[in-house]
């Protein structure tokens, strides 16, 4: 009995059973947890980098909407009209349809390796689901299309240009479909430990609304941004078709080995792998096994029997674990009840854009602009401190397949302490460089000083809820990890979206959009109350005093941190001298109080997440025990002859000699 082999790092295959079950093989699996996290680790860098490009060309699309249309009557119909692609966004990319299809996925790819389903279940999966969706998306932008007079006039009834917002949303109803697409793509995607396409499509998707903004603007005025979405949202699916294809092609995600050989007969073989070493108390390898070596029914192969079976060569192995796992249920289509609860969650959670809209389509004009900008820079923390949760999102739905509940646990709790540090580092940055940051990436052409003085307030506010937000998002996939529905988190995130309506409702009259802002904050710090508190048997039984400990500690660190940065950013901002030099000031300054104060406090996460990074910069196998390694050449080889005995001359063909008569 051998344990899982380990494979290349892009594979990055979680074993199916912990170490317990198996004597003798605990080196082997400390062994495959630390190249575990090693990927882990590297495929979060990954998608962090790609995040950071992504969320750069963001800014860049920003800035030319706001160089090129300014913050005035043209920008605020567009943005009533992006409503639609932040709510597809939202619903079908990041939240909503994967936490549906992430953990179907995981649960496929679990009896695949299993052997238990006849068939191929990733592919049946494909099959039942992806024609389905795709009617229920068409169908979905169409309606959107019909309806966008009575949508617009609900989501901001004060507008100026009300036709303009229309024609705005029918461009852009096109996401729908293209964004259903290219979510579905991505959690298929994560599911295989494939990140580096769907981590990439927010590229693509700036690149063309940037592209078209700036080729058809002249003519068709904000329009062309509309139309940069349609184009976009194509492009994101683009991105993604080639992996796919190849995933469903391919189960092992390499080619077929046997047809390479017919057609190379030359070449070389590279096996890595992990085997017990014999005198660890395991029984040598054998090749061959008898009838009475197999487990049988009655000798404990029943989940829930403490009953020894037999093991490799006659050896007592213990039972098998009790804990049910996912992966030996029934195979179930995709219930409706499952994916109403996730995209009732998602559309609740995305709902306070619409509020915010709603209580500011009554204000001046260049209000929503205000928020908008705002919302789209101080957001940058919290996206990427929740790169890590998406990465360990499949990890998580696979150990909860597993029925493996200790090692989905212990992800989690390290998930939400490491996104809490990030998030309150960015915070601090935010709060402390906030009016740089505005004038560096949008002051010039038709955005003055005075709204870069109003982004600029209103982010500070924002950043106040930006813990909360990535608490929700973190502990949102432990509750849907399992693949069934589950409505707390729609209780809860219909509280929170209740407390921002109050709270907007009476704060927007005394303090304008600073005060819906706040009333954001406070209804999503709410419902990461709610959520941080329901958890247990709804979701991943964490440990809520460890978890609440580790959200608290780092508050403190990020107050002085953020005092410390507006000082030092105060001090060197002059009206001669470039926003860069006192934004980078501030910045180091809040990232070197974070630094000094972090581990004497006890922020959990601050020395790992160093190691994590390191760990991942390093060669998985340098770190790997009782590793296999062995180089297979292929290529003809003369035969021995005797001694004394000449080698015979290669005959040729019938063919060849044929050409020869004939020359």
């Not at 992990?274 to 029984?283: K, N, P, S």
């Not at 004038?439 to 709204?451: E, K, M, P, S, V």
């Not at 924002?462 to 589950?486: D, E, I, K, M, P």
């Not at 660190?557 to 001298?577: E, I, S």
Request: net charge positive.
């Amino acid at each position: 009995m051998t344990t899982p082999p380990v494979h290349a790092p892009d594979e990055a295959a979680v074993p199916a059973a912990r170490s317990a079950d198996v004597p003798g093989a605990d080196a082997g699996a400390d062994a495959g947890e630390r190249s575990s996290r090693g990927l882990l680790a590297r495929a979060a860098l990954l998608t962090a980098v790609l995040s950071v490009a992504g969320s750069v060309l963001g800014l860049a699309r920003d800035q030319a909407l706001a160089r090129l249309f300014g913050a005035g009557r043209e920008t605020d119909a567009f943005l009533v009209a992006w409503t639609v692609p932040e709510f597809a966004a939202t619903l079908l990319i990041e939240d909503g349809l994967a936490f549906a299809l992430v953990p179907m996925f995981s649960l496929a790819l679990a009896r695949r390796a299993q052997g238990t389903v006849p068939g191929d279940p990733v592919r049946a999966l494909v099959a039942a689901t992806l024609p389905r969706l795709t009617l229920a998306f068409a169908a979905a932008g169409a309606l959107v299309v019909a309806a966008a007079p009575v949508l617009v006039r609900a989501l901001a009834p004060g507008l100026p240009d009300h036709a303009l917002a229309v024609d705005c949303t029918r461009l852009t109803a096109t996401c729908v479909v293209s964004f259903g697409l290219a979510g579905y793509c991505s959690a298929a995607l994560r599911a295989h430990r494939r990140f580096l396409a769907p981590a990439a499509i927010y590229c693509a998707y700036n690149t063309g609304i940037i592209t078209a903004m700036f080729v058809l603007g002249g003519r068709w005025g904000v329009r062309a941004a509309a139309v940069g979405v349609a184009v976009g949202g194509l492009l994101m699916v683009a991105a993604q078709l080639p992996s796919l294809a190849g995933q469903l092609r391919h189960p092992d995600g390499r080619p077929d080995r046997r047809r390479l050989r017919s057609r190379f007969p030359v070449g070389f073989r590279f096996r890595f792998g992990f085997r017990r070493d014999e005198g660890a108390g395991a029984a040598p390898r054998t090749s061959t096994a008898t009838a009475t070596d197999a487990p049988t029914p009655s000798a404990g192969a029943t989940a829930g029997t403490n009953a020894p079976h037999r093991g490799t060569a006659g050896q007592e192995a213990p039972a098998p674990r009790t804990t049910p796992r996912a992966a030996d249920t029934p195979a179930r289509p995709l219930a409706l009840a499952l994916l109403g609860t996730v995209l009732l969650f998602a559309l609740c959670r995305q709902s306070q854009v619409l509020i915010e809209r709603f209580l500011a389509s009554g204000l001046p004009s260049g209000a929503i602009s205000h928020l908008n900008y705002a919302q789209k820079v101080a957001q940058i923390p919290m996206t990427l401190s929740l790169m890590l949760c998406t990465v360990t999102f499949p990890v998580v739905a696979r150990a909860v397949a597993d029925g493996d509940t200790e090692r989905a646990r212990a992800r989690v709790e390290r998930d939400v302490a490491l996104a809490a540090g990030l998030v309150l580092l960015g915070t601090a940055t935010v709060v402390a460089c906030a009016p740089q940051m505005v004038q560096l990436l949008f002051q010039r052409g038709a955005f003055t000083a005075a709204d870069t003085a109003a982004t600029a307030g209103v982010m500070r506010v924002y950043a106040l809820g930006l813990l909360g937000q990535t608490v929700v998002g973190a502990l949102a996939r432990c509750y849907f990890s399992a693949g069934r529905a589950n409505w707390y988190p729609l209780g809860a995130m219909a509280v929170g979206i209740a407390a921002t309506a109050g709270a907007g409702a009476w704060a927007v009259g005394p303090w304008g959009v600073s005060g819906i802002a706040a009333a954001n904050a406070a209804g999503i710090t709410v419902t990461a109350a709610l959520l941080v508190a329901g958890t247990g048997p709804r979701s991943v039984p964490v440990r809520v005093r460890r978890v609440l400990g580790d959200l608290a500690r780092p508050v403190p660190v990020a107050v002085a941190a953020a005092v410390a940065g507006a000082l030092v950013a105060d001090r060197l901002a002059a009206p001669g001298v470039s926003p860069a030099v006192p934004l980078a000031a501030g910045a180091a300054a809040v990232v070197g109080v974070f630094a000094v104060l972090a581990p004497v406090l006890g922020v959990r996460g601050a020395v790992p997440a160093v190691e994590s990074v390191r760990r991942s910069l390093r060669p998985v196998t340098r770190r790997l025990p009782h590793g296999r390694i062995s180089l297979r050449i292929r290529f003809p080889l003369p035969r021995r002859l005797p001694p004394g005995a000449r080698p015979r001359r290669p005959r040729k063909s019938r063919k060849s000699r044929r050409s020869r008569r004939s020359r």
